[in-house]
């Protein structure tokens, strides 16, 4: 093989060994909720491949009550809670790799509780969730997430009204004696916005960044945790 010949072929192959991971993708959501129990279950369908799950839990409690969650009776692992005022809370938990089909997610409570969830899966992760963030402005409840183009912010906010969103593939799901809980995500960057605008009654919004790469790790993994 000729000179010229070898030198195209390893830069060839050099580029391919350094290319940037696929970046992270919104694979489904689904919700689930409660006017008053210790536990509640939805069904979420996982499609693609390096999946992450993700799951956004609000209640009408001023601390977190949230004891587990489970999908396709593999148990989640807490990513982080936050409250507001004493009069709500949130909650976020993940896992890597989870099961691809249609399964439950079942949310226990250590008391009965007004509750509402939202599931979330991407494609296209390592499995690590880097960075978090938590906020209770108001009327905006809006915060910024350290991130990186390629990357997803996934959030979670529990309020007693919502006008406005500021992500995409949002859900919400209304909660009797509680308000809403509304769950999207935005393509990551340095410093990336993510919450909602014109929310009132005592906003409290949870947001977290899910790293994009290739996992190495077996299906049902607890999320791998660098968060700050």
């Not at 192959?13 to 919104?26: D, I, K, R, T």
């Not at 509402?116 to 992760?125: E, H, L, M, N």
């Not at 769950?183 to 929310?199: E, F, H, L, R, T």
């Amino acid at each position: 093989m000729a000179l010229a010949q070898r030198l195209i072929l390893t830069a060839v192959l050099l580029a391919c060994a350094y290319a940037a991971p696929a970046a992270v993708a919104f694979d489904s959501n689904a919700s689930g909720s409660t006017g008053g129990s210790s536990s509640m279950s939805w069904d979420h369908t996982c499609i693609g491949s390096n999946l992450v799950l993700v799951v956004g839990i609000g209640t009408n409690q001023a601390t977190d009550v949230i004891t587990g969650v489970t999908y396709n009776g593999v148990q989640l692992r807490k990513v982080g809670s936050a409250a507001f005022n004493g009069s709500r809370s949130v909650v976020q938990y993940a896992l890597v790799a989870p099961a691809v089909g249609t399964h439950p997610v079942v949310v226990t409570a250590s008391t009965s509780v007004a509750m509402g969830g939202v599931s979330q899966s991407f494609t296209g992760s390592n499995g690590v969730l880097s960075s978090q963030l938590s906020s209770t402005n108001s009327p905006n409840c809006i915060g910024i997430v350290a991130s990186a183009i390629g990357n997803m912010v996934c959030d979670v906010v529990n309020t007693s009204g919502i006008l406005q969103f500021e992500d995409s593939n949002n859900m919400f799901v209304g909660v009797a004696g509680l308000g809403y809980i509304a769950a999207g995500s935005i393509p990551g960057s340095a410093s990336q916005y993510c919450g909602y605008a014109g929310v009132g009654g005592g906003p409290v919004l949870l947001a977290v960044n899910v790293v994009a790469g290739s996992q190495s790790q077996p299906s049902g993994g607890l999320a791998s945790m660098g968060v700050g």
